[in-house]
């Protein structure tokens, strides 16, 4: 239904296969700057984990040309 309305593909990863989501281990790399694995992200400050966020969102990726997340999100609005 996902590609059928949004006119893109989709695609599943396996269970356990990291390396078939690449970017989000990425993603989970960029937060485990911020919080180690394992804490308990329920415990941080909502303003502190927004703040990061938009560390994170605002830090240019090569996967997208070196455009930020935030960039790349709202060049496809119109």
Not at 14 to 21: E, G, I, L
Not at 23 to 47: A, C, H, Q, W
């Amino acid at each position: 239904k996902i590609e059928k309305e949004l006119g893109c593909k989709t695609y599943f990863c396996d269970p356990y296969c990291a390396w078939q989501k690449g970017t989000n281990e990425n993603s989970n790399g960029l937060l485990r700057e911020f919080y180690p694995k394992g804490m308990d992200l329920s415990e941080v400050d909502i303003v502190d984990l927004n703040y990061n966020l938009s560390l994170m969102n605002n830090r240019p990726r090569k996967c997208i040309k070196y455009e930020t997340p935030k960039e790349e999100f709202f060049g496809f609005l119109p």
